[in-house]
């Protein structure tokens, strides 16, 4: 019987139309007059769905009893034998009720698949076994069914189930009508949307999952492909996408290479520019880490990818990269080798470039000349063994076989040839292993010489007689000859592969301070200073653009005093900077190191530069607003309320003028409003004032949400507010003045732009909530309105100091109250963010860090403290439009 067909309906998360998808697919089967039931489908209250169910032959499901209540499952035995053509099983991933035949409804599929049984299933994204991980991290939510589950880790890979799917359709919507679904309630009942809204369905976690499922699905075709090529023998590369590899060498031609490769690219729609690095297992020494990060940041710049591969042959590599890639075309630049070895490789076809262009198959090679054509790599050859041994080696190659043939003198009396060149020969390899090539060389001539005239007959003299001990004198020199370039090249390659090592360490030092932002530039001179053991380090600068003073902007040990790059080691970081080492001249196989060092000091020197230069346009363009605003506040804002208390104390204060108590009242009220607006004005004018100038000092002890929400809410007209907030929601780090006056002007600002609308206030779960604040476990607190919203182009705006909504003057208030509360939620450690709320309005996003246990001042440096707010002594109270009694839900029902 043959296996039945499996098609898999995948989606980025629920609500895309799965299962609609599935059931539409089944009535066109049914349609074309395949026999086809439903096995098991839900459809999770939603009426489009439940409306496709009817008219398709529904397969009664079986009833286990579970947890003390009933749970519907798929009857498998009725399937089977009801045996249609298609059957219908959603949810690919559930897990089965305790009792049920299998484990996973996965690998009842596979029952009725082996049964001849065609399939049309579902499944998110979310529940593959190899996401996991990355859907958690992205959403917060550890999924409990995944496919595979470990049932038999042994024997099942993650993924392979999936995989194995003769068809995959991707149902696939935007995030944004996904999640205004959600919000018309065609996806959750309303008492969820909410919730859900801000949580799983963020635009963000949506946007993230989408991007998932279709990198998924693309590397599934890309495997396909490549399964299909490697299954007929085909090595010829498929156009079916222009790709382009520049091979580089480590060579400043690399620059050129990669702008031709990008030209190219430029003449057709679409394509990959794809650089790699071929660096030969025999070493770097050619390599100028300092070109390489020019090319690696220049072909991102280009937006092509940059790649490092390894081995023996340098033009098999590449070919093998670009065929793994189906690469169309391959760019590589002429020979930089000079000499009688460059033109014999050239005459000879043993280039890298020739390799590669005959080994190419159908990939186009081009192959582009250059000013560094032909010049040279400028790589002095490796010393071989050091002064020191081949002296010791030349010593030896003059003593050594004198000696040797002392003692053959008294154990080979009779003067055998072959005897007498097995000892020297022993003697050159002893010479080779201590001096290297040309001491052995020198042995070798010195102890053939004595052969000769020892040994060979007629001895006594230099002449030979017998025409075979030439044939033997010959080889003995050549075998001894080709052991000393062995022992010499092996030698070499062990000092180079020692010398390796240790830069790899130090490289990955490094890399690993630059990764964790631990590099200064004072830390990296006083690295420089300790690996190459030198007795001073300085970093020099010669301005913007040069042809100034050079002046010192670091260093570490013993430097002199003139402040001049003139030291015994100078490395040219950038045309204005200079990297120099003093006390000894270092050789030319550090000099690779060098220049790493110096690539790591101008990223640190950019990236100080770019801090710096961020910090004071934003302190200017800040202090300039802040400058014209105050003006205009103080000239118009600040009149209003001061008019209408002076009108109030003149009308009292009138002679000849009786007021009846109730008007008397009113116009104290008068004064009183007028005063609390003054005050409130003048109050965020100052808490501005603190915020610009980096004086606002919170003093942080752990709170839990409900301990402020109340505070912060007095007076919402009943009806206004409701409040959500979990049962285990954690404690944060918070200033309770600076928490309250933040989410009352956030309130306030809602209440006074959403005046038609509720306003909810949800919290998310420390356990189910995304949020981090520079890697450290964040809670979140949503104030959610229906309003008219606001424009995306806007949202930063609305963040910034005197700014309101159109720029309307009629209500209260001179738009400084979002501004405070991001500048005290920034001053505690958090963050403030607007979204739009689906459907119409703003959610604002309070994110603060979760509680260490320990109440303490944010200031950097100081110790902990008691508990206590850094408004203590002001008036920190809500606005006046938002006093009173807070409604809704209680505030405290997440108590613990």
Avoid at 16 to 32: C, F, P, S
Avoid at 169 to 176: A, G, N, R, Y
Wanted: some cysteine; overall charge negative; charged content about 20%.
């Amino acid at each position: 019987m043959a296996r039945g067909t499996l098609r898999i309906f995948l989606g980025a998360a629920p609500g895309v139309g799965k299962t609609y998808e599935m059931l539409e697919e089944a009535h066109r089967l049914g349609e074309r007059g395949e026999d086809v039931a439903v096995a098991f489908a839900l459809d999770h209250g939603r009426p489009d769905t439940r409306a496709l169910m009817a008219g398709l032959e529904v397969i009664p499901p079986r009833r286990l009893g579970h947890r003390g209540a009933e749970a519907e499952e798929m009857d498998l035995d009725a399937v089977l034998a009801r045996a249609p053509e298609t059957v219908v099983v959603d949810d690919y991933a559930h897990t089965n009720v305790p009792g049920s035949r299998n484990p996973k409804r996965w690998q009842d599929v596979d029952e009725l698949l082996d049964a001849g049984i065609n399939v049309l299933s579902t499944l998110n994204i979310a529940h593959l076994a190899s996401l996991g991980d990355v859907v958690s991290a992205i959403t917060g939510v550890r999924q409990a069914e995944t496919v595979p589950a470990e049932v038999e880790p042994d024997e099942v890979v993650p993924d392979d189930v999936v995989r194995r799917a003769d068809q995959i359709d991707l149902v696939d919507i935007p995030p944004e009508l996904l999640r205004q679904r959600l919000s018309d309630g065609k996806i959750y009942p309303a008492d969820q949307i909410d919730a859900a809204l801000s949580d799983y369905f963020r635009l963000g976690n949506l946007s993230a999952l989408r991007e998932l499922a279709l990198l998924w699905l693309a590397d599934r075709v890309d495997e396909g492909l490549a399964k299909y090529r490697a299954e007929h023998g085909i090595q010829d590369s498929w156009p079916a996408r222009e790709r382009i590899v520049v091979g580089l060498t480590g060579g400043p031609e690399g620059e050129a290479l990669i702008r031709r490769g990008a030209r190219i690219l430029t003449r057709v729609s679409g394509g990959d520019l794809l650089a790699v690095h071929v660096r030969a297992a025999g070493g770097v020494a050619s390599e100028s880490p300092q070109a390489l990060e020019r090319q690696r940041r220049l072909v991102q710049d280009m937006g092509g990818s940059y790649h490092i591969v390894a081995g023996e042959d340098p033009a098999a590599a590449l070919l093998d990269f670009a065929r793994s890639v189906n690469a169309t075309q391959i760019v590589v630049g002429i020979s930089r080798h000079k000499n009688i070895a460059g033109v014999l490789g050239r005459l000879l076809g043993s280039g890298v470039g020739t390799r590669v262009v005959r080994g190419s198959g159908d990939i186009d090679v081009h192959m582009v000349s250059h000013p560094l054509g032909g010049q040279g790599t400028g790589v002095p050859r490796p010393r071989d063994l050091g002064r020191a041994r081949v002296a010791v080696g030349l010593v030896l190659a003059v003593l050594l076989p004198a000696l040797l043939q002392l003692l053959l003198a008294f154990l080979n009396p009779q003067q055998n040839v072959a005897t007498a060149m097995l000892v020297q020969l022993s003697g050159s390899v002893a010479v080779a292993l201590v001096g290297g090539l040309w001491p052995a060389v020198l042995a070798a001539l010195w102890s053939s010489l004595l052969v000769n005239y020892f040994s060979t007959p007629p001895t006594g003299n230099l002449f030979i007689s017998d025409p075979q001990n030439y044939l033997a004198l010959f080889v003995f020199v050549g075998v001894s000859a080709a052991v000393a370039v062995v022992v010499d090249l092996s030698a070499r390659r062990s000092k180079e592969a020692a010398r390796a090592r240790a830069e790899a360490a130090t490289l990955s030092d490094l890399t690993r301070g630059a990764a964790g932002s631990e590099d200064t530039v004072q830390s990296l001179l006083e690295q420089a200073r300790t690996v190459f053991q030198v007795r001073g380090t300085a970093l020099f600068s010669q301005g913007t653009h040069g042809g100034g003073a050079w002046r010192l902007l670091a260093s570490a040990g013993d430097v002199p005093a003139n402040h001049a790059p003139d030291g015994e080691n100078v490395e040219e970081i950038n045309p204005t900077t200079r990297l120099v080492l003093y006390g000894r001249i270092l050789p030319a196989s550090d000099r690779r190191l060098l220049a790493a060092f110096g690539v790591h000091l101008a990223a640190q020197l950019e990236r100080q530069q770019l801090v710096a230069s961020r910090r004071e346009m934003m302190r200017l363009a800040e202090s300039n607003t802040m400058r014209t605003s105050i003006l205009r506040a103080v000239s118009h804002d600040l009149r209003t309320p001061l008019a209408g208390i002076k009108l109030a104390v003149g009308g009292l204060r009138r002679t000849g003028v009786r007021y009846t108590p109730q008007e008397e009242q009113e116009l104290l009220a008068t004064i009183e409003e007028c005063s609390d607006r003054l005050d409130l004005l003048v109050g965020n004018l100052l808490d501005m004032s603190r915020i610009t100038s980096d004086s606002v000092s919170p003093r942080l002890r752990p709170l839990r949400w409900y301990e402020v929400i109340p505070g912060a809410l007095h007076g919402v007209p009943p009806g206004r507010v409701r409040v959500e907030l979990p049962a285990n929601m954690p404690e944060i780090d918070a200033d309770q003045g600076m928490l309250e006056r933040v989410i009352a002007n956030i309130v306030e600002n809602a209440v006074k732009y959403a005046p038609d609308s509720d306003i909810v206030v949800v919290g998310t779960a420390g356990g189910l909530s995304p949020a981090t604040l520079r890697g450290r476990p964040a809670g979140e607190l949503r104030i959610i309105d229906h309003g008219r919203g606001v424009p995306a182009e806007r949202v930063l705006d609305m963040f910034r100091p005197f700014q309101r909504l159109d720029d309307d003057a009629r209500g209260a208030g001179i738009g400084l109250g979002l501004a405070v509360a991001k500048g005290f939620t920034e001053a505690m450690g958090g963050r403030l963010a607007a979204e739009a709320t689906p459907g119409g309005g703003l959610t604002m996003v309070i994110t603060l860090p979760l509680s260490t246990g320990v109440p303490f001042d944010a200031r950097p440096g100081r110790a902990p403290l008691e508990p206590q707010s850094a408004l203590t002594g002001r008036r920190h109270r809500p606005p006046l439009s938002v006093i009173g009694q807070e409604t809704g839900q209680d505030a405290r029902q997440d108590t613990p």
